[in-house]
């Protein structure tokens, strides 16, 4: 059930104002009837979009009216109505993906003003490469911990741009770089590319489980680029903001007592700011029942109760989401 929260949610942020809408739960396969996990599913028209997870399930939100585009690699890609049905199953033929297959998805373009975002290029760096390099200190040094990437390794992705259109290429792959506050994305893993920061108004990353972990510009934190969305309403936002350093090395040895350590380490600090829409400044906030139930007033009782002794955790809040929606 988590991740029909997260997909919904991901549709709340990004949905442009409907008359009416449905929820769609379908499936994606092949000619053989096996599934498609991974398959991008989007409205046609409007900057709405999801990941079919690993049996090809998946949940959006669009217009009744509305038509679907499917994208998957080594498949041709799938135009399907709706026609006011709330179950699809999607068959997708053999062949390779435009990955722009209509107006409203531009491929992400490497330092090309007319096709979609500008990036800046670095070249044969990789998330591996771009950890610190180790310095001789006088002492055995051992390998860097931690990292300054949201994952540990490449993930897939998709942004919105600052007058809504959707930008996604089924050959790239992204990551938040935590030291920056940027997104950051590769077309063979073995260069780096960073975005334009200008350029992208929201953007989404997906975990492991394809669930979205979701990103947008918050000028009201300060100077870091983008920040996660915890929770999103017309009244309130819930931000948790990562702040990652890199912390040197210091392991000392004054022949009687050792102390430091002998790695060097990307250290995370994480906040959480609570925002009423209309207000000037977040406000810091805490995971605790008590400061949540207070943040959102009589709104958010029905499910804080109905939560009993859970703890507040990331999915609590992005449960909450749900439920606020």
């Known amino acids: 059930m988590k991740k029909v929260f997260w997909i919904i949610l991901m549709q709340a942020i990004t949905v442009i104002a409907f008359g009416q809408s449905i929820s769609i739960k379908g499936q994606v396969r092949n000619a053989d009837g096996q599934p498609v996990p991974r398959a991008f599913v989007k409205d046609s028209q409007h900057s709405i979009a999801a990941f079919a997870d690993s049996s090809g399930a998946f949940l959006i939100k669009v217009d009744p009216t ?3 585009t499917v994208l998957a690699e080594g498949y041709a890609d799938a135009q399907v109505k ?4 709330t179950a699809l199953v999607i068959t997708l033929g053999k062949g390779s993906s435009s990955s722009t297959s209509n107006s409203n998805i531009a491929s992400v373009a490497d330092n090309n003003p007319d096709g979609g975002l500008m990036f800046l290029t670095r070249e044969n760096l990789t998330t591996q490469t ?4 180790s310095v001789k200190v006088g ?3 051992e390998p860097t911990q931690g990292n300054p ?3 540990a390794g490449w993930t897939k992705g998709f942004a919105v741009d600052n007058n809504g259109l959707l930008l996604y290429d089924i050959n790239n792959l992204y990551n938040y770089d935590k030291i920056t506050g940027q997104l950051v994305f590769t077309k063979d893993q073995k260069s780096l590319m960073q975005v334009v920061k200008s350029d992208v108004k929201q953007f989404f990353l997906y975990d492991g489980k394809l669930l979205p972990h979701i990103f947008e510009s918050a000028p009201v934190l300060g100077n870091q680029v983008f920040v996660e969305v915890m929770v999103t309403t017309p009244r309130y936002r819930l931000y948790k903001q990562t702040t990652t350093k890199l912390v040197r090395a210091d392991y000392h040895n004054n022949g009687v007592l050792e102390s430091g350590h002998r790695y060097d380490e990307y250290v995370d600090n994480v906040k959480y700011y ?8 977040a406000k810091s906030i805490s995971l605790k029942k008590k400061a949540i139930k207070e943040a959102f007033a009589s709104d ?3 499910f804080i109760d109905a939560q009993g002794s859970r703890d507040v955790d990331d999915d609590y809040l992005r449960e909450l989401n749900f439920s606020l929606q």
């Open 66 to 68: 509305a038509s679907l």
């Open 82 to 85: 709706i026609d006011n049905k």
């Open 130 to 133: 771009l950890t610190s390099q």
């Open 139 to 141: 002492f055995n040094q």
């Open 149 to 151: 990437y949201l994952f």
């Open 274 to 281: 609570f925002l009423k829409v209309g207000d000037a400044k």
């Open 300 to 302: 958010a009782d029905k």
